[in-house]
């Protein structure tokens, strides 16, 4: 199985900060990699797929970069709404499995 | 863009049977694979099993905590996707979400999710 390792698991940070969450895969999975934002309670929402893929109706303040074994999310001018917890998936080969999440909290 | 809507979950003792479906409006249904997931209380996200589309077969794949005691099926005719539950454990206690990959995107990532309904597993 592949395991999905994501940094830091969470982070404080005031709105209009820049934050960058890391997820490394245990072996190369190329681009085969997706962004989640979840609220509590609430489903995940996809924000970058193939590791660097805006989702349609995603700001433009979200971008992912990475290939192989190391990726990030960037989350640049945050704003309210971004404080959530963010997952990282591998979709390379089953089982899926997910980084184990980063809590951006208001500083 | 896809909706959809998860039922069938509620509380049920260790050991009952227990099926969720997954209710879809939306495009092609039967052209794209849909994926089940969940969320024990505090933990983070758990791939449970996938149900590819008709062209690939319908065939699928389950994660390993769950192999054998779960199926995945799907009725593209009604639009539904189901997942089984058999010999419910109290750890099987979990939100659980249905989830659709796109028919024009490259396959493995979730891009709509139903709302979640809640299993809960106890005596």
């Known amino acids: 199985d592949i395991q999905m390792t994501q940094s830091p698991s969470s982070v404080s940070a005031s709105v209009g900060d820049t934050v960058t969450i890391t997820c490394r895969a245990s072996q190369g999975i190329s681009g085969f990699l997706a962004w989640y934002q979840q609220k509590p309670g609430k489903a995940p929402k996809l924000l970058i797929y193939?590791?660097?893929t805006l989702e349609s109706g995603v700001p433009s303040r979200f971008s992912g970069s990475g290939s192989g074994t190391d990726f990030a999310l960037t989350i640049s001018s945050l704003q309210p709404q971004d404080f959530a917890t963010y997952y990282c998936?591998?979709?390379?080969?089953?089982?899926?499995?997910f980084g184990g999440g980063t809590k951006v909290e208001i500083k | 863009e896809a909706q959809l809507v998860e039922s069938g979950g509620g509380l049920a003792q260790p050991g009952r049977s227990l099926r969720l479906s997954c209710t879809a409006s939306?495009?092609?249904?039967?052209?794209?694979?849909m994926g089940w997931f969940r969320q024990a209380p505090g933990k983070g996200l758990e791939w449970v099993g996938f149900?590819?589309?008709?062209?690939?077969?319908?065939?699928?794949e389950y994660a390993a905590s769950v192999k054998g005691r779960v199926t995945v099926s799907r009725d593209d005719s009604k639009s539904i996707a189901y997942l089984h539950i058999d010999n419910l454990r109290t750890e099987d206690t979990a939100l659980y979400f249905c989830?659709?990959?796109?028919?024009?995107?490259?396959?493995?990532?979730?891009?709509?999710w139903g709302q979640g309904t809640q299993v809960t597993v106890s005596s």
């Open positions: 149900i590819r589309g008709k062209r690939y077969g319908g065939t699928t």
């Open positions: 939306t495009f092609n249904f039967g052209d794209v694979a």
């Open positions: 998936q591998q979709a390379h080969s089953f089982p899926l499995t």
């Open positions: 193939a590791a660097s």
């Open positions: 989830a659709s990959q796109s028919p024009i995107a490259p396959p493995g990532f979730f891009h709509y």
